[in-house]
């Protein structure tokens, strides 16, 4: 465990403060850190809790009165805490090295150096993945799925035929990658599936949350580019393509053949309609519903998606409609508009 001292230098910060050779068990909150732990100090609204914080040492960009005895002085708060936390990041790899002896792994499937396979993983006909990746327990790598270098898939991850999945991504547990698009023909008997023959490609870098559902293309790929992140539970439909460098927030839901440009970032529950086009660098908002394309660094907000600014001035103006509507009354008269001098 590093010293105050260690750890400043390790942060690229400098020390303030009598403690450098005293041990850091770790990082915590600014509420609930201990004697032997550092915090972070960024955010005005935690302001109040700089005096009556246990902890060692605080971790920001500007000197402030605290009740901690030191202060790490770094350029950037916020990336300070980061480093911070990557340094007492805790080991949660699996115990499991190699392939569990409860694996199944096809006889042609071609797996690279230091690959770990666990407990009930199954790996399918001419499945290849590359060196130092880790499929998790109850894992399933579909027929001819490819999977890049340095992967972490985690427990029950299901990645279906043809998948490919570029190196250093991350998979968290229960998402589905490659399950069919939702694709039907009407018919007079009922619905007539279409088939979805293409495949899903995520690129390197990549990272994708707990529960996500990433569907096939009906014909081509759905693909997410590099360094796009996804939170939990989010919907990617079929031929949906996003670009690098976006991030998206739980429950967003994205229709079919949408393009996504690069760095667009979603808020929460974010809805969009098929077949738009969102421009590099905008912004969605939180329970947005997307209906039309959005051109380059717009940020759009509310039912229908509108640019924000307008949409600040409609829900301003709907919450004064009820005293609106009072005034419109008064200014009729007692017949409120419906006798013949109101035609």
């Known amino acids: 465990m590093p010293s105050l001292g260690e750890l400043a230098s390790a942060l690229g910060g400098s020390l303030e403060g009598p403690d450098g050779s005293l041990p850091v068990r770790g990082v915590a909150s600014i509420q609930d850190a201990g004697p032997d732990?550092?915090?972070?100090?960024?955010?005005p609204r935690y302001r109040r809790f700089l005096a009556t914080t246990r902890s060692m040492a605080v971790i920001t960009s500007r000197r402030?009165?605290?009740s901690a005895r030191n202060m790490i002085l770094v350029g950037d708060a916020y990336e300070g805490f980061r480093k911070a936390l990557e340094i007492f990041a805790p080991d949660r790899s699996s115990a499991f090295r190699g392939i569990h002896p409860s694996a199944v792994v096809a006889g042609d499937a071609l797996l690279g150096e230091d690959v770990s396979v666990g407990p009930c993983a199954v790996i399918d006909r001419e499945?290849?993945?590359?060196?130092?990746?880790?499929?998790?327990?109850?894992c399933y790598i579909g027929p001819g799925?490819?999977?890049?270098r340095s992967c972490s898939l985690h427990p029950r991850v299901v990645l279906e035929a043809g998948t490919l999945v570029g190196d250093r991504v991350v998979i968290h547990a229960g998402t589905v990658v490659g399950s069919d698009g939702f694709g039907f023909v009407p018919d007079?008997?009922?619905h007539r599936k279409i088939p979805q023959n293409g495949i899903v490609e995520i690129e390197d870098d990549v990272e994708i949350g707990a529960n996500c559902a990433i569907d096939r293309a009906?014909?081509?790929s759905t693909r997410i580019s590099r360094f796009t992140k996804l939170d939990n539970l989010i919907h990617v439909a079929h031929n949906v393509v996003i670009g690098p460098g976006c991030l998206l927030a739980a429950q967003v839901g994205i229709s079919g053949s949408t393009s996504i440009g690069s760095g667009v970032v979603f808020g929460g529950q974010a809805g969009l309609s098929g077949h738009i086009e969102i421009g590099d660098r905008a912004t969605i908002a939180a329970q947005a519903g997307v209906t039309k394309s959005v051109r380059a660094g717009e940020t759009v907000s509310g039912y229908p998606a509108r640019p924000h600014a307008r949409a600040l001035r409609v829900d301003a103006a709907?919450?004064?409609?009820?005293?609106?509507?009072d005034r419109l009354k008064g200014l009729l008269g007692p017949s409120g508009g419906e006798g013949e001098d109101a035609r």
């Open 37 to 43: 732990e550092v915090c972070y100090f960024g955010n």
């Open 64 to 66: 402030v009165e605290t």
């Open 127 to 138: 499945a290849r993945i590359g060196e130092s990746t880790a499929v998790g327990a109850g």
């Open 145 to 148: 799925v490819k999977i890049g």
């Open 188 to 190: 007079p008997s009922g």
């Open 218 to 220: 009906v014909t081509g």
């Open 318 to 325: 709907l919450s004064r409609l009820p005293e609106i509507l």
